[in-house]
């Protein structure tokens, strides 16, 4: 077991060969419950590169979506630093929005009033010209004086990718954001999400459980295990955009982090 | 169309009922015909006689004046500070024992203080129904503030909202649904309130009107109809702040969450 971390800590160099944009050392995280230390994470070295898109894997339970929480300021470690561009993260930053599932849309505002909530620095023109242009992006022309219970779960994922992307952060950090859609509207929004970092070039953290979601999107996988959560390995993907999901090396990549999770690809 | 029909049907139960119920009051005083206590005919008379003096409105309007600056007072001193004690679990700790002893004690047994600092008049009414709706709306808000989804506080805080702005831009939208729900109920304690008080305190509105019927001759038929007066001006009161609620709940959606 520690060879192989010893063996991906040697591996954890971006794959995208650029600036290094957020790097953690050393963190572990302990949550104390009922009198009791319960280790969540362990260990947790990693950096990922400005502009890179690297998926979080694991079971429930790893401690993912603690990890995830940590780097945007959210949580503090209990040991170790993340740093952002070198700066130690002290707290939550607009320069980094964090993804809810679609339950971090405000019930009260319209879609325009979401995607506009953090412009209010903004004079009004550049408020309404910014909202429009990534109304557009995320295909929800026509509902921009609608309220989120008037929207399907999809499109309410849309809002919140936009209200992040309008204040044009650096890096976003995504906490399974479509674990609860269908799976139809699930692969579409993979593919609107890949169209927009492709044109946004923002550095993207992902948590998700899902290999082939993983596998689809991101340029590194770093699989965790679970108890407390490690890196247990960090798997590049060398397929190019758009990938074609039937594709011998997809299937060996997908097939190689399933047995590094453990589990035979047969039921 | 098929509409209307439903809802002039949903009319016909209750309707019926206090028909019966009226004949059952009409019954119990013709049956007994030497009480002071004024049968359904006798109470309708009384509201008559209020009506041409012009005295039904004057004591009308002089309550909902009372209720409306007492209740008001209450909403802009409990509101804010709800939410900045929701906000800081630690001021709660601090403030809970004190509000919990508050709590018990009926605003009825503010009158004398009421009396000894505000006189006899308006400001002491009106003192006694802000005392009546501050606790417990206060709580209300303190409550709905902690009910508060974590993930729209994060959100705010991510957007880099300082306390204050937080509070005006998320918490106080989120507490909403929650909030109309105590004003409701606040102001139906802000119109049992003002009755009492004008009982005491005052010498005008609908709670004197029932005390002076009393005294001045045992005009009986005059202090039922004041009762039935009361009832019928909360309740609209009530359906005021209801309809408010319903079209907050429809326009975001949030009746399955409030």
Not at chain 1, 136 to 142: A, D, H, I
Not at chain 1, 152 to 169: F, H, I, T, W, Y
Not at chain 2, 33 to 55: C, E, F, N, S
Not at chain 2, 229 to 243: A, C, E, H, K, Y
């Amino acid at each position: 077991m520690s060879a192989t971390e010893k063996a991906a800590s040697t591996t954890e160099a971006p794959a995208s060969g650029g600036r290094v944009k957020l790097r953690t050392t050393n963190v572990g995280m302990i949550f104390q419950r009922d009198g009791k230390s319960l280790p969540v994470l362990e260990n947790i070295d990693l950096e990922v590169g400005d502009g890179e898109f690297v998926c979080l894997l694991g079971p429930s339970g790893c401690g993912k979506s603690t990890l995830l929480s940590a780097m945007a300021g959210f949580l503090t470690p209990t040991s170790g630093k993340i740093r952002i561009d070198d700066e130690i993260v002290r707290g939550p930053d607009p320069r980094r929005i964090f993804v809810f599932q679609e339950r971090g849309v405000f019930p009260w505002l319209t879609v325009e009033g979401n995607i506009g909530f953090g412009l209010s620095n903004l004079s009004r023109g550049e408020r309404v010209q910014r909202v429009n242009h990534y109304i557009k992006m995320v295909g929800l022309e026509g509902f921009e004086r609608s309220y989120p219970h008037e929207l399907s779960g999809g499109m309410k994922q849309r809002v919140e990718v936009a209200r992040a992307l309008a204040v044009n952060p650096d890096v976003m950090f995504l906490d399974e954001p479509f674990g609860a859609l269908d799976s139809i509207t699930r692969l579409i929004m993979r593919g609107e999400l890949l169209r927009i970092w492709h044109t946004e070039r923002k550095t993207i953290l992902f948590v998700t459980h899902d290999i082939d979601e993983a596998v689809q999107l991101s340029d590194r996988v770093v699989v965790m295990s679970a108890r407390p959560g490690r890196i247990q390995q960090i798997v590049p993907i060398d397929i190019p955009h758009p990938r074609d999901i039937s594709s011998p090396r997809y299937l060996e990549l997908r097939d190689g982090i399933l047995g590094q999770i453990g589990l035979a690809h047969r039921l | 169309m098929g509409k209307n029909a439903l809802k002039s049907h949903s009319w016909l139960k209750p309707g019926l009922f206090i028909l019966v119920l009226l004949g059952a009051w009409q019954l119990a005083i013709t049956l007994h015909p030497r009480q002071l206590m004024p049968g359904p005919w006798k109470t309708a008379q009384g509201i008559a006689d209020l009506v041409p003096h012009g005295l039904i409105v004057k004591d009308v309007v002089a309550s909902v004046f009372r209720v409306t600056w007492g209740f008001l007072l209450a909403v802009f001193v409990a509101v804010p500070l709800g939410l900045v004690v929701g906000w800081y679990r630690r001021a709660e700790m601090a403030l809970n024992p004190v509000l919990q002893i508050l709590r018990p004690i009926s605003p009825l047994a503010w009158i004398p203080i009421a009396i000894l600092w505000f006189g006899v008049g308006d400001l002491a009414a009106v003192f006694l129904i802000f005392v009546g709706c501050f606790l417990p709306l206060l709580l209300a808000v303190i409550s709905a503030v902690q009910g508060v989804p974590a993930v729209y506080i994060d959100a705010g805080r991510n957007f880099g909202l300082s306390p204050l702005v937080l509070m005006r831009r998320i918490l106080l939208p989120a507490i909403v649904p929650r909030l109309m729900t105590g004003l409701r109920i606040t102001l139906g304690i802000a119109w049992l309130v003002v009755v009492a008080a004008e009982m005491i305190a005052v010498n005008s509105g609908l709670g004197f009107l029932i005390v002076d019927a009393r005294n001045a001759g045992n005009r009986y038929d005059l202090v039922v109809a004041g009762m039935v007066i009361i009832g019928v001006v909360g309740l609209l009161l009530d359906n005021g702040v209801r309809s408010l609620e319903r079209a907050n709940a429809l326009r975001w959606g949030f009746e399955e969450k409030g």
